[in-house]
């Protein structure tokens, strides 16, 4: 999906709901801080977003959301979410980057910044995730002290820490050998 797309479904939100900012918690927020990415890493169809003032509008999202004929007509969507749908770290509000302007009759996108998304996608884990994470990291997008620091203050509970932990060390290239891998305990 391109920013100018993303541009449509705030400006559609907007006039459905009466509402001038929206959160964007999919991986579509990655517009915000970079607006011009490849289609292949932002190449959902959908913008999962709320209402930032009034959640309770955003279920109104529906009629330009999947199936819709928004949908049909544009080949892209709003999935109308809130603020529960992911698993953020504390202190992520703060960290909102805002959507570059566009052509939007003054809707503000307000996006995860990229290290709140990847914990997200990394406490979802599903592998559409793993491999969105994957190519965030391949690209250079991500800073794996950063994700750690985050995933620190993210509300899960130390099983998932520790399988998440394993996961950015392995994206990053800096896992270490375990017995159960083959490697030799050193004497």
Excluded at 68 to 88: I, R
């Amino acid at each position: 999906m391109k920013k100018r797309e993303v541009d449509h479904v705030l400006r559609a939100a907007g006039r459905i709901t009466h509402e001038k900012q929206f959160i964007i918690v999919g991986s579509q927020a990655l517009h915000g801080k970079y607006p011009d990415l490849a289609d292949d890493i932002v190449r959902s169809a959908e913008v999962d977003l709320f209402a930032k003032n009034h959640p309770e509008k955003t279920d109104s999202l529906n009629v330009i959301g999947v199936y819709s004929t928004f949908h049909e007509q544009y080949g892209y969507y709003a999935d109308p979410v809130d603020d529960k749908t992911a698993t953020l770290p504390q202190g992520w509000r703060g960290r909102l980057v805002t959507l570059p302007p566009g052509d939007t009759d003054g809707v503000l996108g307000l996006c995860l910044d990229p290290h709140d998304l990847a914990i997200a996608k990394y406490v979802a884990a599903r592998e559409k995730d793993v491999q969105f994470n994957r190519q965030l990291v391949s690209r250079g997008l991500l800073d794996r002290e950063r994700l750690l620091h985050l995933l620190d203050v993210t509300p899960i509970s130390d099983t998932q820490r520790a399988r998440i932990a394993a996961s950015i060390d392995l994206d990053f290239g800096t896992a270490r050998p375990t017995a159960a891998s083959g490697a030799e305990d050193p004497e």
